[in-house]
């Protein structure tokens, strides 16, 4: 069965500070890799996915299948940045059922 | 973009009682939704997939019977929790699929079980 690990389920840093939040899979075939992000009272919603290879509000993530990983960084974190963040994964042709890593709360320090 | 949205945000029971909750897709169609349970602290856990028309799909060791889903139209599923027990308090989240793929997620329902 697929898994998502995130290690780290707290991560502080400053402002201006580069920023990585971690995040590991099992899975056998070649699943989608997402990173769902969650301000503070508000829902989920979709930060990136590995497929459209773009940058979000200054985030990048990039698919290592030999690491079996999808980091997520950016190089100068910003006080809106806190939040919780989600590394999800998709089975192709799973209509989005999402398999969720346990989360990492990123608190960005003034 | 496009708004899931769910009802109510939280409810309070007694233990026994049946509670419904409502996740809708308010400017789309959604053949697809889905369930997840959210313990404090822990990550979204998958229920079941609801869809429009049909049985809901469960993931494994999720009661059927405990938890029914309807999903009777294609803006509409229901999650009633029958026999609530406080083991069943919990953040409860929907999601729908846009026909482009994309997931959106409603605001989560909070339910407690006294």
């Known amino acids: 069965a697929q898994r998502v690990t995130q290690p780290e389920k707290l991560l502080s840093v400053f402002k201006g500070a580069p920023v990585e939040l971690k995040c590991n899979y099992s899975y056998s075939g070649s699943p989608e890799l997402f990173w769902y992000v969650q301000y503070s009272r508000q829902r989920l919603q979709l930060l990136l996915r590995?497929?459209s290879r773009e940058s979000i509000k200054g985030f990048t993530a990039d698919l290592n299948k030999g690491e079996t990983s999808f980091h997520l960084k950016k190089p100068f974190a910003q006080e809106e940045d806190s939040a919780m963040y989600y590394c999800a994964l998709s089975l192709s042709g799973s209509a989005r059922q999402l398999t969720f890593g346990s989360g990492t709360q990123l608190t960005v320090l003034p | 973009g496009a708004v899931v949205s769910q009802h109510p945000s939280w409810v309070i029971c007694k233990s026994g009682t049946s509670v419904k909750i409502e996740c809708r897709s308010l400017?789309?169609?959604?053949?697809?939704m889905f369930w997840y349970r959210q313990f404090p602290k822990q990550s979204l856990m998958l229920m079941a997939t609801?869809?429009?028309?049909?049985?809901?799909?469960?993931e494994q060791g999720v009661e059927k019977d405990k938890f029914l889903i309807n999903h009777a139209s294609l803006t509409l599923s229901t999650l009633t929790v029958t026999s609530a027990h406080p083991e069943d308090s919990s953040f409860y989240i929907c999601s729908a699929t846009l026909y482009t793929g994309e997931l959106f997620f409603g605001e989560g329902s909070r339910l407690t079980v006294l």
């Open positions: 400017d789309f169609q959604a053949t697809t």
């Open positions: 609801s869809n429009e028309g049909s049985k809901a799909t469960y």
């Open positions: 590995h497929i």
